[in-house]
């Protein structure tokens, strides 16, 4: 099992960037792939970006391919979401998961850790 935290969320103007933070305790953070999903008012939960556990290959939902950039510090036990050229159709509740398993999936019942979720609003 693995306790994540989310931080970094907050209220920007289109155009702005944000980065988000999820700093992960308990069990061994390298060895989880890892994920950020967001949720819209009214919209069901969705896959944002996803990077596996080794190698740091990296996957992206087609609306934010080009802005958004998923990374992680193993030495820091933290994933980041580097969010660029921000919409207003991004403002969403963003979640981080992580998965005892090597490649990131965009499928969220895959997931069993799960964060409390950091507010992103987005001001056209």
């Known amino acids: 099992q693995v306790q994540l935290v989310e931080s970094g969320g907050g209220l920007v103007q289109a155009g702005d960037s944000l980065r988000l933070s999820c700093a992960a305790s308990?069990?061994?953070?390298?060895?989880?792939?890892m994920g950020w999903f967001r949720q819209a008012p009214g919209k069901e939960r969705e896959f944002v970006a996803g990077?596996?556990?080794?190698?740091?290959?990296?996957y992206y939902a087609d609306s934010v391919k080009g802005r958004f950039t998923i990374s992680r510090d193993n030495t820091k036990n933290t994933v980041y979401l580097q969010m660029n050229s921000l919409q207003h159709e991004d403002t969403a509740v963003y979640y981080c998961?992580?998965?005892?398993?090597?490649?990131?999936?965009?499928?969220?019942?895959?997931?069993?850790?799960w964060g409390q979720g950091t507010q992103v609003t987005v001001s056209s």
């Open positions: 308990g069990r061994t953070f390298s060895g989880y792939a």
């Open positions: 990077i596996n556990w080794s190698y740091g290959r990296t």
């Open positions: 998961a992580a998965d005892l398993s090597y490649r990131a999936s965009p499928d969220e019942r895959t997931y069993r850790n």
